[in-house]
């Protein structure tokens, strides 16, 4: 038998009476991924690819109640309709994916464009996870002061970064405001830094997004 998804304008051709009746017919233009995602048709057919994996990820913070409520952070984060289908996604995972040995690499959405909400192929990026750890600002844990200051026991404000795979202290001030621009000289120039490091492994756009990046009281 054939059947027809109206609503797609879609028909599965030559399917066992059985396998209709047992519901095994799907759509691939119906969403299955909360909703929304749905991996539309063309040559990226399996779900065990690390393109896949990536497209699963984005559309979970994207479109997961649960999730959202865990990380607050990705609560107005949303994915490009373009990248519903996955086939539109992986076919930009193949053209923009690459790997630096030794490290776990993350899609990141707000490098290039600081504070973009929407993951779409414009304005996302592969980077290596020592490189997206940079940019994670753990609002979770923030206090009432800005980032990378705390208050310390005798009412003035102490400035530190993590540096390094630990924690180094920039000094004692008299404001949070100087402070924190201890904290932003440092943490910019820590940024440039690992740009140099990573500057022949990674794409121009992002070394060049790196070494623009300003850290603002608000972060």
């Not at 009746?21 to 909703?35: A, L, Q």
């Not at 479109?63 to 409520?69: A, E, F, I, L």
């Not at 994916?97 to 592969?126: H, Q, R, V, W």
């Amino acid at each position: 038998i054939d059947v027809y998804f109206p609503e797609y304008n879609w028909t599965f051709k030559h399917a066992t009476y059985q396998s209709f009746k047992n519901g095994k017919i799907k759509c691939p233009y119906e969403p299955s991924i909360y909703g929304v995602g749905y991996l539309g048709e063309g040559q990226y057919n399996s779900k065990n690819t690390k393109a896949y994996n990536f497209w699963f990820s984005i559309i979970t913070r994207g479109y997961s109640k649960d999730y959202k409520n865990k990380k607050p952070t990705y609560k107005d984060v949303t994915v490009c309709e373009e990248w519903h289908n996955f086939q539109n996604f992986a076919k930009w995972y193949d053209e923009n994916y690459y790997e630096i040995e030794g490290e776990t690499m993350a899609i990141n959405k707000d490098i290039l464009y600081k504070g973009n909400k929407i993951y779409c192929p414009e304005k996302c990026i592969f980077v290596s996870s020592s490189i997206n750890s940079l940019f994670t600002k753990r609002q979770n844990c923030r206090g009432d002061y800005p980032i990378g200051v705390c208050k310390n026991n005798e009412g003035k404000f102490a400035s530190s970064c993590h540096y390094k795979g630990r924690t180094k202290n920039l000094g004692i001030f008299n404001t949070p405001e100087e402070a924190f621009n201890a904290y932003k000289q440092f943490k910019e120039n820590h940024i440039k830094e690992v740009a140099e490091e990573y500057k022949d492994r990674i794409p121009q756009k992002l070394y060049e997004a790196m070494y623009r990046y300003e850290v603002e009281i608000d972060d």
